[in-house]
Nanobody, 120 residues
Framework: QVQLVESGGGLVQAGGSLRLSCAAS????????MGWFRQAPGKEREFVAS??????DYADSVKGRFTISSENAKNTVFLEMNSLIPEDSAIYYC???????????????WGQGTQVTVSS
């Protein structure tokens, strides 16, 4: 019943910016933790950022460059990515879960992912 659809990925040069969106249906996101994870080829899926009633969390690798936010009227979560570096290249996944967490275990709904590629 829960569906998460990511969009906004693409190709960008180092130093550029992208804004990812995650549109949710079947669940009112204001009552849940919403997270962004990413997975590069040959690597494990890793935490990027999350937002819940108690605040936000960021991976050290993106802190100060990425901002997670939500627009409840649209039931949508965003990830603003600035000062992108090639190491940010990955498939980015939106997730929804019951508790504030930086691991995948407590997220029970996932999107299909959107590709982000940072060149140079």
């Amino acid at each position: 019943q829960v569906q998460l659809v990511e969009s906004g990925g693409g190709l960008v040069q180092a130093g550029g910016s992208l804004r990812l969106s995650c549109a949710a249906s079947g669940r009112t996101i204001s009552g849940y933790t919403m997270g962004w994870f990413r997975q590069a080829p040959g690597k494990e899926r890793e935490f990027v950022a999350s937002i819940t009633w108690s605040g936000t969390d960021y991976a050290d690798s993106v802190k100060g460059r990425f901002t997670i936010s939500s627009e409840n009227a649209k039931n949508t979560v965003f990830l603003e990515m600035n000062s992108l570096i090639p190491e940010d290249s990955a498939i980015y996944y939106c997730a929804s879960g019951s508790k504030r967490s930086t691991t995948t275990r407590l997220y029970d709904a996932w999107g299909q992912g959107t590709q982000v590629t940072v060149s140079s």
